[in-house]
């Protein structure tokens, strides 16, 4: 992504949507998305100080709010730090903007919507947040399209090597296209104070306790 990505209307609205979910996050909400929501009831009544949130940041708002526990588990499990805490908080606020469209705003691709988030934190977080936020949200990318338990090998079941995704009805969906270049999270590109976990990923220990069943 170019660094001179321009902010458009939208990028200007995951941003205010980002600084609601940083600074509920501030406020102590953690897992509990009641306190996300208050504030956006706050954010919603307009005053001389403050300009009107766009409607598609409170769409976006409501939106982490309602799917927090999964948008939460998503960055927890692809992160690889021990716990969400961890993660610088500027970061995590535009990851769960991010995952949130992933999830949900079928209109944008997951491209775009890693795009827009890197610029964000370009903008505002330090030097290795770009990296380190490409790195978890590409991961997130492939799992949602591609989820560990898809990816079997025709002929006998087991996990395919090229990640290829079966549907129901066996045939292999094409793989997605990123004009970046893969990445992992590399322990110098993680916030202050996050460190790695060590052991198998999530999609490893899923399709172990697959096999055996």
């Given at each position: 992504?170019?660094?001179?990505h321009r902010f458009t209307s939208r990028t200007k609205a995951r941003k205010r949507a980002a ?53 939460d588990s998503l960055i927890s499990a692809h992160a690889r730090v021990p716990g969400l805490d ?37 903008s505002i977080s330090t030097d290795t947040s770009p990296s380190f936020v490409n790195a978890v ?77």
């Amino acid at each position: 992504m170019s660094k001179q990505h321009r902010f458009t209307s939208r990028t200007k609205a995951r941003k205010r949507a980002a600084d609601v979910v940083y600074e509920a996050d501030q406020r102590g909400m953690g897992s509990n998305p009641d306190v996300l929501r208050d504030l956006l009831r706050e954010r919603r009544v307009v005053t001389a100080a403050q300009t009107p949130l766009p409607e598609f940041s409170i769409q976006i708002i409501g939106g982490v709010a309602d799917n927090l526990r999964r948008v939460d588990s998503l960055i927890s499990a692809h992160a690889r730090v021990p716990g969400l805490d961890r993660i610088a908080a500027v970061d995590l606020a535009v990851m769960r903007v991010a995952v949130w469209e992933m999830l949900e705003n079928e209109e944008v691709s997951p491209i775009i919507v890693i795009d827009e988030a890197i610029s964000i934190v370009r903008s505002i977080s330090t030097d290795t947040s770009p990296s380190f936020v490409n790195a978890v949200l590409d991961a997130i990318r492939k799992d949602l399209a591609c989820p560990a338990w898809s990816r079997r090998d025709a002929s006998d079941g087991a996990t395919s090597s090229d990640g290829d995704c079966r549907g129901e009805e066996g045939a292999v969906e094409p793989a997605r296209t990123d004009p970046r270049p893969v990445q992992e999270a590399p322990a110098r590109s993680l916030p202050a104070g996050a460190t790695p976990l060590n052991g198998v990923s999530v999609e490893d220990e899923l399709d172990e306790l697959l096999q055996e069943y």
